[in-house]
């Protein structure tokens, strides 16, 4: 029926919506939790008591420090959540997705090597889905229950984006990866699109668990599309046409999921690939400290609500999406037209996104609480940061493609380990001071950061195919020629 779709689009149209769903399952909780927590807006109109009076006192210079609660603003709001967990308790709750997620990325990326993506992703999604929606269980049955319920979800997830690479690897000719991956990996920005958006709105339409029921058992129900669409290999597919299929095999060769010794010595040891693991930590901090902190900062510094709050947090990362493609689109037509190198093209990009995202957090700590503008550069800053996906983001492939998921699990060990230190590091500046001098402080030491990873890839970086990727020569791809 869809057999007028190369089948090469169907499978990464597959990766797109896995990682999307991971997102949603990912991101949920950073919205739901305001609504799960129970408290009572410390801004009330009238003092309660002589420690109320005491603290209304002016204090000239931390007052200058803060934002004003708009006048229409509910100063006396309570919410009445279900939970009464304090902040070091949310804290672990919220970092407690990515020790689980750390945890998988090489073993994912391995295990889509030996056996393939098709048995490693589908079922990452399912399992994910399935702890997602046992959560509010969980969330009653006690405190350790839930967090444990956020490793599984995490570990659950963590095997799906590097296993994805070893589809990239596999399926998609050197000439259409870079435009290509940064679709499929723009699903992480889609999915946390739609979590923050809809989170927010079903919390308050449903009560807090039904964003956790819906994220939770759609990513179950999609494991049978998956196992109907997807597919390791293109000599596996069955509805793939000739055409096609010769074209694949003529510029990729023929795949197998034969097992390689994997020179481990080799890649832990290859400058190109740490070079390319030090610029995405620099990219994935900053991704994460948005990723986790904007709702935060919204509602705090810029007093904006849960739902405004929501949907605020999801506009750069619409943004974000819409310059993953563009710029991966224009990365991969530079390179292919011969226009400039590829190593030439990581650089500039990366550059376009280290430089352009630093400056617009720097140009923010200058517009204290002008909410207008800054929600204007917050929305750049994010899209900025989605131009790495027309730079280096995937570039472990062109380093070794015969390896592409190990190399994936280690990168992606370290880049996303960051969820665990960019929301702690930011945690620290602003555990009891929300405002606008600790926040600079944060959006100086993430600008700083990417600016110098960026240096040091520009120096150290590489897009050529490693010694260590060389295969015996009995193990080398077959190719044919095109019919």
Same mark, same amino acid.
């Given at each position: ?5 190369? $089948? ?87 970092? $407690? ?46 405190? $350790? ?7 599984? &979800? ?65 990513? &179950? ?47 832990? @040891? ?72 590829? &190593? ?27 909410? @207008? ?111």
């Amino acid at each position: 029926m869809f057999n007028f779709i190369p $089948a090469r689009y169907v499978v990464a149209t597959m990766c797109f919506s896995s990682i999307m769903m991971q997102y949603t399952m990912k991101v949920d909780l950073s919205v739901v939790i305001v609504a799960m927590v129970r408290s009572v807006s410390k801004n009330t109109s009238e003092p309660q008591n002589l420690n109320d009076v005491i603290t209304m006192i002016p204090r000239n210079e931390e007052e200058q420090d803060v934002c004003p609660v708009p006048e229409d603003a509910d100063k006396s709001e309570v919410n009445e959540g279900e939970f009464e967990w304090d902040e070091e308790t949310q804290g672990y709750m919220l970092s $407690a997705y990515y020790y689980g997620y750390v945890a998988t990325q090489l073993l994912g990326g391995r295990l889509s090597e030996i056996l393939g993506s098709k048995v490693v992703i589908g079922p990452g999604v399912l399992l994910a889905g399935l702890f997602t929606a046992l959560s509010p269980l969980a969330a009653r049955l006690h405190v $350790a229950a839930f967090i444990a319920a956020r490793v599984l &979800i995490g570990a659950a997830s963590g095997m799906i984006v590097p296993s994805s690479c070893e589809v990239l690897a596999k399926w998609f000719p050197v000439d259409e990866r870079i435009f290509i991956g940064s679709l499929i990996m723009s699903g992480a920005t889609f999915g946390a699109v739609i979590s923050m958006v809809l989170s927010g709105i079903l919390a308050e339409a449903g009560g807090w668990p039904l964003p956790y029921y819906l994220f939770g058992g759609i990513s &179950i129900c999609f494991i049978v599309p998956w196992f109907l669409l997807m597919y390791d290999t293109p000599q596996e597919h069955p509805r793939i046409s000739d055409k096609e299929k010769n074209y694949l095999l003529s510029s990729i060769g023929e795949t197998t999921k034969k097992k390689h010794p994997v020179p481990w010595v080799a890649i832990l @040891t290859s400058v190109p690939l740490w070079m390319h693991i030090i610029i995405g930590v620099g990219y994935c901090f900053n991704f994460y400290m948005m990723l986790s902190e904007l709702p935060t900062y919204l509602s705090n510094i810029l007093h904006f609500d849960l739902q405004a709050s929501g949907v605020l947090s999801s506009l750069p990362y619409i943004f974000n999406t819409l310059s993953q493609a563009i710029f991966g689109y224009i990365s991969q037509w530079l390179v292919t037209k011969g226009y400039i190198s590829k &190593i030439t093209a990581y650089r500039i990009f990366n550059g376009i996104s280290a430089v352009g995202c630093a400056v617009c957090l720097v140009i923010i700590t200058f517009m204290g609480c002008n909410s @207008t503008v800054i929600v204007v550069l917050l929305i750049i800053s994010v899209s900025m940061i989605g131009i790495y996906q027309g730079g280096s983001f995937i570039s472990h492939v062109d380093l070794g493609n015969n390896f592409a998921g190990t190399t994936a699990g280690i990168s992606y060990t370290m880049l996303n380990a960051m969820g665990i230190v960019s929301p702690s590091i930011t945690g620290v500046l602003i555990n009891g001071k929300q405002t606008l001098s600790q926040w600079a402080i944060v959006f100086y030491i993430s600008g700083a950061i990417y600016l110098v990873t960026w240096i040091l890839y520009m120096f150290f970086g590489s897009a050529d195919e490693q010694p260590w990727n060389k295969l015996p020569s009995e193990d080398l791809p077959k190719t044919k020629e095109v019919v």
